[in-house]
């Protein structure tokens, strides 16, 4: 137990060097690559809401990333107390309906992006942008931005929504995990707990590199 304990927490501390929470905001600005420049035209109105799914979307996965935070704290007090699986319990579930409502919310927004028309200027900024250069001034991780790249190079501002659902897919199916093994009192195996980790922050990571395009582009 106490190696799994002592990994758990290096990951954690890793976690907050690498993806800082308070200026990290998983996809905002996404919207403006959606409608019409008109301020009172459908297509605008259909940005704002995909902005405002955006930012929901982004509390929901933050919640449940600040919910996972405090199980992996219970397991690392267990060393000194043993297990509650009460608690851990009660921080896991709440992970998993954060995580399923930031599921909904991305579908919602997916759905939606899917049929509203892109803004032609912002996608020609995207289409134009220089990747590379921008990876390398900011020393952005090459496997995450590369990613974003992929997307964003080619003007497919929807498909990073849909890796935004996948992304909650993909971290759900290893919370289920967990809460098979903590439900049935045992402790968590240090391979699932690794991929949660990784899952949280390679998602955090890639909506913040998505972010910060957006942002470089509007100055």
């Known amino acids: 137990m106490k190696k799994i304990i002592s990994l758990i927490t290096i990951l954690i501390a890793w976690l907050g060097i690498t993806v800082n929470l308070n200026a990290l905001m998983a996809g905002n600005e996404g919207e403006g690559a959606y409608g019409s420049n008109g301020r009172n035209s459908g297509g605008s109105a259909a940005a704002a809401a995909i902005g405002e799914l955006i930012v929901k979307g982004g509390g929901f996965l933050f919640q449940s990333s600040a919910d996972i935070n405090i199980f992996f704290n219970k397991i690392e007090l267990a060393e000194l107390s043993g297990p509650d699986y009460e608690a851990l319990q009660t921080s896991l579930n709440a992970a998993i309906d954060h995580m399923e409502q930031a599921r909904t919310t991305y579908l919602q927004l997916k759905t939606l992006a899917v049929v509203t028309p892109y803004n032609q200027e912002v996608i020609y900024k995207l289409i134009n942008f220089d990747y590379d250069a921008f990876q390398q001034e900011n020393r952005l991780f090459p496997f995450v931005f590369a990613r974003v790249k992929d997307f964003l190079s080619v003007g497919n501002v929807t498909g990073i929504f849909n890796e935004f659902y996948s992304y909650t897919g993909q971290?759900?199916?290893?919370?289920?995990?967990?809460?098979?093994?903590?439900?049935?009192?045992?402790?968590?195996?240090?391979?699932?707990?690794?991929?949660?980790?990784?899952?949280?922050?390679?998602?955090?990571?890639?909506?913040q590199y998505v972010t910060r395009v957006f942002y470089r582009i509007k100055l």
């Open 171 to 207: 971290i759900l199916d290893l919370l289920y995990t967990l809460k098979r093994e903590v439900d049935a009192e045992i402790f968590p195996t240090l391979s699932t707990v690794w991929r949660v980790n990784q899952q949280y922050s390679g998602f955090k990571l890639f909506g």
